[in-house]
């Protein structure tokens, strides 16, 4: 009877350890955890934030954000632990580095390049 009540204590205390979690927030950590949210993609929706996600994982990565925050890193560091696991994909905003220059520059270039064809066609039009 009394391996019951043992059982059932700890199930009960698995399963509440996400409530538990969000109590021991401040709002400061509340609202690091919302703009992290914000700044990490759903690897299942893969088009939404986890913060706009209502899939398992995104509240797994979620319930991890929060720990991470609780535990006293900094967003740099929860940051580098998710790009360690998932990949630099799951960051909804690439880094400026080597391999992403063509996203971050490649725009402007192209504007750039547009704005002097459009340019020299104007200049032939006009001769």
Do not use: H
Not at 99 to 106: E, M, R, V
Request: include cysteine; aromatic fraction near 14%; hydrophobic fraction near 45%.
């Amino acid at each position: 009877m009394k391996v019951k009540y043992i059982v059932f204590f700890i199930i009960f205390t698995m399963s509440s350890s996400t409530s538990f979690a969000n109590m021991k927030m401040t709002s400061e950590q509340n609202d690091r955890a919302i703009e992290l949210y914000k700044e990490t993609r759903c690897l299942v929706c893969q088009s939404q934030t986890i913060y706009d996600s209502n899939s398992e994982l995104a509240t797994d990565l979620k319930l991890f954000i929060q720990e991470e925050i609780i535990s006293g890193k900094s967003d740099d560091e929860i940051k580098t632990q998710l790009i360690n696991n998932y990949g630099e994909w799951i960051l909804m905003t690439p880094a400026l580095s080597k391999a992403n220059y063509i996203l971050w520059f490649g725009p402007v270039i192209f504007l750039v390049f547009g704005i002097i064809l459009m340019y020299k066609y104007i200049i032939r039009k006009n001769k």
